[in-house]
């Protein structure tokens, strides 16, 4: 079986959109307190949205299923309040709660988060509980910048999301760290400011004891990691010179990569880097980039590919990459497929 760790409802029916369209123009008149509303998106909507994308590559690419939340580029947590990221959160919940309803051996829950900045993540518990005790969802997306762009809010190892990291743990579901739009132009979103926040969150972890506090608590990091692979042995000296433990001892039982590296050398530095035990895979389609690789006549984001043209990665570490470890880190998922 092989799982990926990583989709987003990048095709949603437009219908999606109309409304938040609406909700962000709703914004601008101050007089009217905004009103959550409804969705009217049919069924056979959805099953056009999914057949001829995210599950026509499932069956080209031999993947089995997709752990799916709502489109991260969408998410923008930095519109409007709180209040508005609670109605859109819920409102992209229950749309992928469907998809995962219409298609229970295709699609696995994971969820946005109602986050907002200089608001408290206290205030995603609610949220939370809601999509793994009610919707059967077995992660989040945990955004480190609502602001999308400008870092005003806390860094992940800071009290500040103690709250939340006490239910995830008390649920025991993991946290993709997952940015949305940039609105600081510097940062084009899916080609700087995801692979920045991917680095940043790694960085902060580095130098706290976040998980001396939270041992079972879980991240991964998508995007192969941002930068870290590649910079690893910066990572580790910057560790050493801190006084910290070594990055393995430190935060390898609760910090995990995905496979979206969109070639084959950066996967092979990837797999050669982190210990297989720490990666997922993942492709993270339909997504950052669709086009074809001119010089490889393939799908940049068809990562099985590169996976699979590595020889030297043993049959043991592959069945990790490809399922054992998703299952170690979702852990809902296997006491999901247990009841099955
Ligand atoms: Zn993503």
Redesign the pocket.
């Known amino acids: 079986m092989i799982i990926d760790c ?3 409802y990048t095709t949603a029916p437009k219908e999606l959109q109309k409304y938040r369209d609406a909700q962000i123009a709703a914004l601008k008149d101050a007089k009217h307190a905004p009103s959550k509303g409804a969705l009217a998106i049919r069924d056979d909507q959805i099953r056009e949205s999914l057949e001829n994308a995210q599950l026509r590559i499932q069956r080209e690419r031999g993947t089995d299923l997709t752990i799916f ?1 709502p489109r ?2 969408g998410m923008g947590h930095h519109v409007g309040n709180a209040t508005t990221s609670r109605y859109w959160s819920e409102i992209c919940n229950d749309l992928i709660h469907r998809v995962c309803t219409l298609y229970p051996d295709n699609f696995i829950g994971v969820c946005q988060l109602p986050q907002s900045p200089g608001v408290r993540p206290d205030n995603c518990i609610a949220e939370l509980e809601r999509c793994v005790n009610e919707l059967g969802f077995i992660g989040c ?1 945990l955004n480190p910048d609502p602001s999308g762009g400008y870092w005003t809010d806390p860094p992940l190892t800071d009290k500040w999301w103690y709250p939340f990291y006490e239910k995830l743990v008390e649920l025991d579901v993991p946290a ?1 760290v ?1 940015v949305s739009a940039s609105c600081n132009p510097n940062f084009h979103h ?1 080609g700087a400011h ?1 692979i920045n926040a991917d680095t940043t969150a790694f960085m902060q972890f580095i130098t706290s004891d976040l998980f001396k506090d939270f041992p079972t608590l879980k991240f991964v990091i ?2 192969g990691g941002g930068a870290v692979p590649y910079h690893w042995g910066r990572y580790r000296g910057l560790a050493q010179d801190m006084g910290r433990p070594p990055l393995k001892e430190l935060l390898l039982n609760n910090v995990f990569f995905d496979t ?1 590296v969109y070639h084959l050398p950066g996967i092979e530095l990837l797999l050669k880097v982190i210990p297989a035990d720490n990666i997922l895979f ?1 492709s ?1 389609v339909v ?2 980039v669709r086009g074809i690789d001119p010089e490889t006549g393939c799908y940049y984001d068809d990562t099985k590919r590169y996976i699979d043209a590595i020889d030297w990665l043993s049959a043991e570490d592959r069945e990790k990459i490809f399922h054992g470890n998703a299952r170690k880190v979702y852990r809902r998922f296997a006491a999901r497929g247990a009841k099955r």
């Open positions: 990583h989709g987003h939340s991260a580029g997306n993709m997952h899916t995801y998508p995007h979206c993942a993270e997504g950052a």
